[in-house]
């Protein structure tokens, strides 16, 4: 399994418990390539594992099989809105043949700042998208026009909201990088998702609105002090202070290597992992480099 048949085949992953994480996985793992050794045709062949692990494979193009019509906006919008299949894979390629695709980006950007949601994928799958797109060629285009109907239409339009309330009455006036990254530290998220958040905000922020990064990096600071119901959202205090961080790159990249390769458990292992190395490279506090490297080794344990 190598690069190019990696994203062949999570161009047909679909998600099973909510939004597909198959493309996001695909960048994460490009960018490790670069990082970290040895990581070649092994890194891509447990990418697939993780993939074929979470997300459901599929044959065929399904667009390809359903009636061609041409709507307008506003039915477009409606189709779109309420999630009607097989007919929103219509109307998304009927949008692309009225405005483009950063157009539409654009929009789902609006939304995706609209308010804070739990894990934060109308964030950093949008992101995933947008980094993706300009790389795909003609042939690779209509499987991604599927994938991203099916994650818009299952997570903006006011779908499946999820928030909790907050642990203090949080002041986030200092709403800055280095305090969102000081937070996410503090407090991961469920597979460490204030930090994978956090570094596709950073990957891409120079294709975002000032108002788009500044709204993030608030919503990371606030789920950082969420008061989570469920156990597997929260770091185990008991447990994180008992390992013993580094703040040595050579040492940090060892550990990244069995979160990785260690176990299949979950297709975070990947994402996070791409994550934890690029907070790595951006900060300069060795406190925190020393955090992530115990975060590292804390999702790296089997439980």
Sequence with gaps: MNKSSVLKDALCRTAIIHQSHSLKAFLSASFLEKRIDGFDNKGWEKCHELIAHDELSTEC??????????????????????????????????????????AIFSFYEKQAIEGNEYLLHTVSILLAFKKLWPNLNEQQIPYAIERFTEFVTSTYYNKNHIEYPKKTE?????????????????QPGFWGHNLICLSWLLECEDSVSTEFKQRVLKFI??????????????????????????????KFHEKVKILIYNSTRNIHQITLASALVHLWERVDCLKTKENLYKICCYFSIET
């Design 221 to 250: 600071i606030e789920q950082s002090d969420w008061n989570f119901p469920d156990v597997d959202d929260v770091i185990n205090q008991e447990v994180f202070e008992q390992l013993v961080g580094s703040n040595d790159q050579s």
């Design 170 to 186: 949080l002041i986030t006036q200092d709403i800055s990088v280095e305090q969102a990254i000081l937070k996410a530290v503090t």
């Design 61 to 102: 193009l399904f667009s390809s099989r359903v009636e061609n019509r041409h709507f307008n906006l506003q039915r477009i919008d409606g189709i779109l809105k309420r999630g009607l299949f097989p007919a929103s894979y219509v109307a998304m390629k009927n949008w692309l043949e009225h405005s483009s695709i950063e």
